[in-house]
DNA sequence: GTGATTGCAAATGTTTTGCAGGTTG
DNA sequence: CAACCTGCAAAACATTTGCAATCAC
């Protein structure tokens, strides 16, 4: 079992985490590491992000289409994506425990988890589409 | 807008999918194939399920952690994934169209589209569990 | 015959991994 | 100093694409 010891680099990954709310790529992440560490390394990002996903202390979104995404909010919810943009979306949605208690109603084994996607056109994609 | 032709490959792999409810990854669909077209490429197997996803008659389950998975049922359903074992089985769930009336309530675009993924462990690995 | 489809192979994009050196506790 | 972590580069995967030959209409 690994000891966990204490990284600068996978400090500030989890800090530029918690400040956005985009959900960026591994290589968006790696790319404003670069400019507080420009000897950063996209397997050194990859290696920390799949640890923090682990500890639970981020979520992974695995592919929404291409590269994975990552969220630094962790509590249950559930994210929108624009088929036009491509942007990603918190979404405030009824208490996800119901959405799963529901969901095993008629299922034998056991659901501990959920991860809800929608689909459609974002407000500013909308907006272009009067035009 | 190019028009669409008839191919035996094609049609195979559409038919396939319809027998299959465990969700095969693109390299089972080949895999297959083989037997039918000894000298099918992978490239048009995904070419093909790219094509069938497109027109609707079958769904690309993006990435549930590994490769893609296709799915020859395509009314709107919700899918389960074993952490264990890496199964993926359908749920027979609430109507959808009302989860995704629910989560648009306080969202100012259009969702379209919804998918739902539940994970946890399934039956079979519950009770090698016990053992 | 025109244009879609195919097999093949090479290219692409994303993520993982081996290794030698550096850092943490 | 032992174990973890890093940067670098190569490898591993999954998927897409260019091309010339083939097939459907």
Do not use: W
């Amino acid at each position: 079992m690994a000891a966990l010891k204490y990284s600068r680099q996978r400090e500030s990954i989890k800090e530029f985490l918690m400040t956005r709310t985009d959900h960026p790529t591994a290589d968006t992440v790696y790319e404003n590491m670069k400019s507080i560490y420009p000897n950063i390394s996209l397997g050194t990002v990859y290696r920390n992000l799949s640890l923090l996903s682990d500890l639970g202390e981020i979520k992974k979104l695995a592919s929404f289409g291409g590269a994975d995404r990552f969220d630094g909010r962790v509590e249950p919810h559930c994210h929108f994506m624009c088929t036009e943009c491509g942007c990603v979306i918190d979404l405030e949605t009824e208490d996800m425990q119901d959405i799963m208690k529901r969901a095993g109603e008629h299922f034998n084994g056991i659901i501990t988890d959920c991860s809800a996607r929608f689909f459609g056109m974002c407000e500013d994609c909308m907006k272009k589409e009067k035009n």
